[in-house]
């Protein structure tokens, strides 16, 4: 298994710039959740699913847009970027829901300018 | 907001003695409470975990211990080596939600 997958690894983008950050995960897990890290803050949660179709709001959830169309994939897309949104990017999965252990991807390393 | 407070930031030890990090959760319906070690460059790693049904749990050198009173939650590291050098993180959670401390650094010295 490849467990959980991100791309792209660093990306920098312009201010007013949209991308789109890849997750997939190959566990078959219900439970996937995005998070950011910035220095002496931890992990933040973005957003999350339950499972396909059903997604909702963490903790710092404006900038930001997630779909779930599969069970696999989990993309995160910024709308319009801003110097705030500069931070290292986590996807993460679990069997299920967030009382069981989070399996993270390596990361996105976002720079906006 | 619901917090989860994290204490140090930062943790030397000389290799071989203990170490232990604290945190505290503010919100009473968690139940799930994760410990994760990450090193420079990776994405979090489970290292060990406690349910609130449970009062203390243990893996070999690493150990846990939960005090739902007074809602906080600790891990110990004994006999600690240079691989345990790494960022450590809290965690507290209920159903979907999950907020993560602010973490420790914790240096081994030789």
């Known amino acids: 298994n490849a467990g959980v997958t991100q791309t792209p690894k660093f990306q920098v983008l312009k201010t007013g710039q949209s991308m789109t950050l890849q997750c997939a995960q190959d566990?078959?897990?219900?439970?996937m959740s995005w998070y950011r890290q910035d220095p002496g803050m931890g992990l933040r949660l973005i957003h999350y699913s339950v499972g396909a179709g059903i997604t909702d709001q963490g903790e710092v959830p404006n900038g930001y847009n997630v779909s779930r169309s599969t069970t696999e994939d989990f993309p995160l897309r910024l709308l319009s970027a801003a110097p705030s949104q500069t931070s290292v990017y986590f996807c993460a999965s679990s069997y299920g829901q967030a009382t069981y252990e989070q399996y993270f991807g390596p990361g996105t390393r976002l720079t906006v300018t | 907001g619901e917090n989860v407070e994290q204490h140090p930031s930062t943790l030397s030890v000389q290799e071989g003695d203990s170490a232990v990090i604290k945190c505290t959760y503010s919100d009473s319906a968690s139940n799930y409470f994760p410990w994760y070690k990450q090193e420079l460059g990776k994405g979090p790693q489970l290292i060990i975990d406690i349910r609130s049904n449970v009062g203390e749990k243990k893996d070999q050198r690493i150990a846990v211990t939960l005090n739902k009173t007074a809602k906080h939650f600790s891990l110990h590291i004994t006999e600690t080596q240079p691989e345990d050098s790494a960022v450590y993180f809290c965690?507290?959670?209920?159903?979907?939600?999950?907020?993560f401390g602010s973490g420790t650094r914790l240096s081994i010295r030789p």
């Open positions: 965690a507290a959670s209920r159903a979907s939600k999950i907020i």
């Open positions: 566990m078959n897990h219900e439970y």
